[in-house]
């Protein structure tokens, strides 16, 4: 099975930046859109940006203009930059497959904190 490790997270003040990782196993990834979540506390959880398997990029309203999704099908992964950060960015961050039908079981994701 499809096996996805979050990577990059960590403690940062208001304004700052942090790059994520997501590392994939297998061979569907270069043909597969990508997606960005995060989940809050008491907070469902939300597609915060995705990525085509030819680079095309949404993204969440409340990210728009900060994160920059990218990807690099050689290494088998997908990024997200996260610029001008915010507390309220404060999640658990994961990737995954955008497609439900692809979707493969949530991991551990990567703790993004953002202080005041």
């Known amino acids: 099975q499809v096996q996805l490790v979050e990577s990059g997270g960590g403690l940062v003040q208001a304004g700052g930046s942090l790059r994520l990782s997501c590392a994939a196993s297998?061979?569907?990834?270069?043909?597969?859109?990508m997606g960005w979540y995060r989940q809050a506390p008491g907070k469902q959880r939300e597609v915060v940006a995705s990525i085509t398997p030819g680079g095309y990029t949404n993204y969440a309203d409340s990210v728009k203009g900060r994160f920059t999704i990218s990807r690099d099908n050689a290494k088998n992964t997908v990024y997200l930059q996260m610029n001008s950060l915010k507390p309220e960015d404060t999640a658990v961050y994961y990737c995954n497959f955008l497609s439900p039908q692809r979707r493969v079981s949530w991991g551990q994701g990567t703790q993004v904190t953002v202080s005041s």
């Open positions: 297998g061979s569907i990834f270069s043909i597969s859109t």
